[in-house]
């Protein structure tokens, strides 16, 4: 079972950007409702696939990163393949429309 780790402005490069695997990343805050609604979804579909990683950013703590993704409104999800952002999804939702969401970027 896999768990969804913190990546910080300092880590952001190795754990994303370097990254050899997809990766979604969480971009959410300890205030914000939605935001805690989508986390228990990430964590089945972090269970559940072994074909992309979840990470979170905390955008309070870790500005610098959210503003160079033009991070306007949480939670907002990002999913990076190659280095690149491969699709964005902006809200909180449920997981089988979630995954339809995810589904042509992490099929490339």
Known sequence: MASIAEVTDNNFQAEVIESDTPVLVDFWAPWCGPCRQ?????????????DVRIVKLNVDDNQQTAAAYNVLSIPTLLLFRN?????????????KRLEEQLEPALAR
């Open 83 to 95: 280095g690149q952002v491969a699709t964005t999804v902006v809200g909180a939702m449920p997981r």
């Open 38 to 50: 989508v986390a228990p979804v990430l964590e089945e579909i972090a269970a559940d696939r072994d």
